[in-house]
């Protein structure tokens, strides 16, 4: 691999709600690894993907959306939806779907651990305990725009939504996670249920087959959806690298984050691994109304994304310290937001892990 080039152009775009509050905390935390282990950075605001650029313009964002963020080489996403703007998938196909659609970001990438200072609710797990890493293919598959509805209204109503697999998305999601797998514990996991759905199913399992032959030092196993969905919950710890289709990896993502605690917590990543196109790194929380304006909310799902955004950008040793940092900063409760019962509020924790990466060895 050739060295970063060590100056990156960032898009930063908050969003409604608390994605107001937790991005700078995230922007503040790179600045503190960009000084730290130096790089540059060139931050440049968009306050577009929000309720007010929708008032005022009828869209969640410009037509020149592409050429305004022409030239940065990530996003960090905040996050969308306001109740003010309704229906709610405005927002979030506004927005969010575009950039994973026309960047063709069809990695959709979840680290799932359980840190300290955060209760599992599944019991004796500890830190440590539950650490994996959820690959979601992200632009095909189970979610796509072919069917559609037919006599609607009488007797001979006909509703269908095809799933679409096409060898180039189901390849290119199993080498990125026999890829990650190779860099971790060399162990990969796919979600499956060619019992069932017994077209596309066998052919996700026969590619994977395929791809396995290019990565022999890497064990890989497959579990049907419902019994590997009972064993995150009864054996997390047998896990590392896991990848699933669309639909599959949609709830294995939100499951793992929930065994390891909170929301709040949860960073993600929508990636175009080949770097075509910017990827785009977001806290998995969304806009959280019912708390927004109150400085309250826990920035480490945003931090944790600017983190993740770090290590591909190729700053794997700022990346390092943020991920340690972050540790640093959940496990003392002074510094813990009230939703993993700390005090701290938004700024405090947020300040917490900053310190911590200015200073990290
Ligand atoms: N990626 C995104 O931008 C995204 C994701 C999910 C929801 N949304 C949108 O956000 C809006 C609100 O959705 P919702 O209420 O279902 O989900 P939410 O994630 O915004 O909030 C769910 C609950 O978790 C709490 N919470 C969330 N993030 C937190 C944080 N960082 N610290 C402390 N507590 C936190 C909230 O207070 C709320 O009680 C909706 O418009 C929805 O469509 C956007």
Redesign the pocket.
């Known amino acids: 691999m050739s060295a970063p080039k060590r100056h990156y152009k960032i898009a930063a775009i908050p969003?409604?709600?608390?994605?107001k509050e937790?991005t700078p905390e995230a922007l503040r935390a790179l600045h503190a690894a960009a000084q730290r282990f130096g790089f540059t950075l060139e931050v440049q605001n968009f306050g577009f993907a929000s309720a007010e650029y929708y008032a005022a313009h009828g869209m969640m964002m410009p037509a020149n959306w592409k050429l305004l963020l022409e030239g940065v080489d990530a996003i960090l996403?905040?996050?969308?939806?306001?109740?003010d703007?309704v229906p709610?998938?405005i927002?979030?196909w506004g927005?969010?779907v575009q950039f994973r659609r026309e960047y063709d970001q069809y990695v959709n990438l979840r680290p799932v651990r359980l840190m300290p200072g955060v209760t599992s609710p599944l019991a004796n797990r500890r830190h440590g305990d539950i650490d994996m890493l959820i690959v979601r293919e992200n632009t095909e598959g189970e979610y796509s725009q072919v069917g559609g509805r037919l006599f609607e209204g009488t007797p001979r109503e006909i509703v269908m939504q095809e799933t679409v697999m096409t060898r180039i998305g189901v390849d290119r999601i199993m080498k990125y996670a026999f890829e990650q797998a190779a860099t971790r514990k060399k162990h990969l996991t796919a979600a499956t249920k060619s019992n069932g759905i017994f077209i596309a199913m066998p052919y996700w399992d026969e590619r994977l087959a395929e791809m396995a032959k290019n990565y022999p030092d890497i064990r890989w196993d497959k579990y049907h959806i419902d019994a590997l969905a009972a064993n995150f919950v009864l054996h997390p710890d047998r896990f590392d690298v896991v990848v699933g289709s669309n639909l599959f990896g949609d709830i294995l993502s939100d499951l793992g984050p929930a065994l390891t605690g909170?929301?709040?917590?949860a960073p993600?990543g929508n990636i175009n691994p080949e770097r075509v196109f910017p990827s785009l790194f977001?806290?998995?929380?969304?806009?959280?109304?019912?708390?927004?304006g109150q400085g309250?909310?826990?920035?480490?799902?945003?931090i944790w994304a600017a983190q993740m955004m770090l290590e591909h950008l190729g700053e794997g040793d700022a990346a390092a310290a943020m991920l340690a940092a972050i540790e640093h900063g959940l496990a003392d409760a002074q510094t813990r937001?009230?939703?993993l019962g700390g005090k701290a509020d938004?700024r405090t924790a947020g300040e917490a892990i900053t310190a911590a990466i200015a200073s990290a060895a």
């Open positions: 969003g409604d709600g608390i994605g937790v996403f905040g996050a969308v939806g306001w109740p703007v709610d998938h927002s979030l927005s969010l909170t929301i709040g917590i993600s977001e806290p998995v929380h969304g806009s959280a109304p019912d708390i927004a309250i909310a826990n920035p480490v799902g945003a937001t009230r939703d938004t």
